[in-house]
C-alpha cells in the first residue's frame, strides 16, 4: 500500500498509521481525591515508552498524537523525550481544551475560549520541548458550533505566528467538523472514534467534501480488537476500562462487553485471512474503508508497536474482504 497520507488541505505528509499516546502519559483522574475516575491506562514504565515511540520511528511510523491533558502533561513530555534529537523526523499533533493540575493529575472543567488557546498551546509547547506543534487539535466533542468557530481567529493568529502548521476538531459530530472545516482556511482534520466495529460513520463524507484528513482513534476498540480479551477478562480498576464511564461502551464495569466480543467473532475469519493478526485486519479495514483514514492505535511497549506497524506491509483489506466485513455486520 502508499505508507503515507496527507492531513487533508494541509499537505502535511504522514504514515498512514500513526501512534496513539493516550495511554503513555500514565494514570490521572476525573472526580475528586476522595472518589477519583481514572482516565488513564495503569500505570506505565516511561523508559519502554520512549523505546516503543523511537521503534516506530525506525519501522516508518512518523505520526505521533498526544493531547495536554493525557497524564496532565505527563504524555507530551514523554514524547519529547522519546524524540529528542530526532524531532525533525516525526509529525506531532497534540490537543487543548482540558485543563489540570500537573501536580496532582486530576483534570479540571474544560475550557474552549480563545484566551485558553494562547495559554495552552505555549504550556505544550513547553512540554513537547519544540517550537512548533504540527497539528493542534480542539479536544472538546460536543462544544456548541459558535463558540468553536470564535477559536479560529485564535488558531489562525498561532498558524500565522509559526507556532502550529494546521488544526483542526477532536469531534464525532459530522455537523461540528463541516462548520469547523467551512470556517477554517487552515482546519485540516477532524479525529473520530470508529472501528470495524462501530463509530462515527459520518465523518467520513465531510472530510471528502471539505478535503480533511480523518485521524482514527479508538481503531483498535480500546485494546478489544487486539485479541487479548475474552468474557472472563476483568480490567484493573486503575484502568479507564476497569471502572469503566458511560462512554466506554466496549467495556462495562471493567469486563468486555459480550455484544462486541460477538461481532469480533462475526468477522474473525476474514480480518486474520492472509497472515494479519487480528488487529492487523482492524487497521486494514479502516484503511479499505477510506484513503482519508490514518489509525492511531494506542502503545505502551516495542512489542505493540511492532505487531501495529506490521500492517503496513499487508495494506488496506481487498475490495471483495470490505464487502464482506460490511455485510458480516449488516451494514
Not at 505502551?300 to 460490511?326: F, I, K, W
Amino acid at each position: 500500500m502508499t505508507e503515507t497520507r496527507k492531513l487533508g488541505r494541509s499537505g502535511i505528509e504522514v504514515s498512514a498509521l500513526g501512534i496513539g499516546c493516550w495511554a503513555i502519559g500514565g494514570p490521572f483522574w476525573a472526580g475528586t481525591a476522595a472518589s477519583p475516575q481514572p482516565l488513564g491506562w495503569g500505570e506505565v514504565d516511561d523508559d519502554e515508552s520512549v523505546r516503543a515511540i523511537r521503534r516506530a520511528l525506525e519501522l516508518g511510523v512518523n505520526f505521533f498524537d498526544t493531547a495536554n491533558v493525557y497524564g496532565a502533561g505527563h504524555s507530551e513530555k514523554v514524547l519529547a523525550r522519546a524524540l529528542q534529537g530526532r524531532r525533525d523526523e516525526a509529525v506531532v499533533a497534540t490537543k487543548f481544551g482540558g485543563t489540570f493540575d500537573e501536580q496532582t493529575r486530576f483534570v479540571g472543567a474544560d475550557d474552549g475560549s480563545p484566551a485558553e488557546v494562547g495559554r495552552a498551546v505555549r504550556a505544550s509547547l513547553r512540554r513537547l520541548g519544540t517550537d512548533f506543534i504540527d497539528l493542534y487539535q480542539l479536544h472538546i466533542n460536543d462544544l456548541p458550533i459558535p463558540r468553536a468557530l470564535e477559536l479560529i481567529p485564535a488558531l489562525e493568529d498561532l498558524v500565522t505566528q509559526g507556532l502550529i502548521r494546521a488544526y483542526g476538531w477532536s469531534t464525532d459530530f459530522p455537523e461540528r467538523a463541516a462548520a469547523f472545516a467551512e470556517a477554517g482556511v487552515h482546519c485540516a482534520t477532524i479525529q473520530s472514534d470508529l472501528s470495524v466495529l462501530r463509530g462515527s460513520f459520518g465523518v467520513i463524507p465531510v472530510a471528502d467534501e471539505h478535503d480533511l484528513g480523518v485521524i482514527i482513534r479508538g481503531p483498535l476498540a480500546m485494546g478489544l480488537l487486539s485479541g487479548k480479551y475474552t468474557a472472563d477478562s476483568k480490567l484493573p480498576e486503575d484502568d479507564v476500562r476497569g471502572l469503566s464511564p458511560e462512554w466506554m461502551t466496549y467495556f462495562t464495569g471493567g469486563r468486555p462487553s459480550a455484544e462486541f466480543l460477538n461481532r469480533i467473532d462475526a468477522v474473525r475469519d476474514v480480518l486474520t485471512s492472509g497472515g494479519r493478526t487480528l488487529a492487523q485486519g482492524a487497521l486494514a479495514w479502516l484503511w479499505a474503508y477510506s484513503g482519508r483514514t490514518v489509525p492511531i492505535p494506542g502503545c505502551r511497549t516495542v512489542a505493540q508497536v511492532e505487531e501495529n506497524a506490521g500492517a503496513l506491509a499487508h495494506g488496506p483489506l481487498s475490495p471483495a474482504e470490505l464487502a464482506d466485513v460490511e455485510k458480516l455486520m449488516g451494514r
